[in-house]
């Protein structure tokens, strides 16, 4: 069993800082990528930044040069800096992570989701 707790979410005013936290725990073998989505009433989930096993990331368009993602990889944990935030990124923020976790007999890759923390942005 793989799971993964978030952290950070709130209010907060245009043009103010957040940071999320996303700790990945349990059977865990390796971690191949983790990221974080977003989603807003009636639209679909949305990719805003990703890291990957080697360290590299992308980042959705809307984001970039405000939102950084960075990891502790002795804690399994993903961090979202997000700096100069606009009233359009509030949305509930999921953490995703792309695990390979220890069975009984072997190994077994999945994508795994936290359950979600919001972000309020007033303008």
């Known amino acids: 069993q793989v799971q993964l707790v978030e952290s950070g979410g709130g209010l907060v005013q245009a043009g103010g800082s957040l940071r999320l936290s996303c700790a990945a725990s349990g059977s865990i073998f390796s971690i191949n990528a983790m990221g974080w989505y977003r989603q807003t009433p009636g639209n679909q989930r949305e990719l805003v930044a990703r890291?990957?096993?080697?360290?590299?990331?992308n980042y959705a368009d809307s984001v970039k040069g405000r939102f950084t993602i960075s990891r502790d990889n002795a804690k399994n944990t993903v961090l979202l800096q997000m700096n100069s935030l606009k009233p359009e990124d509030t949305a509930v923020y999921y953490c995703n992570g792309d695990i390979t976790q220890i069975t009984n007999w072997s190994t077994l890759r999945g994508d795994y989701w936290g359950q979600g923390t919001q972000v309020t942005v007033s303008s």
């Open positions: 890291i990957i096993r080697d360290g590299s990331t």
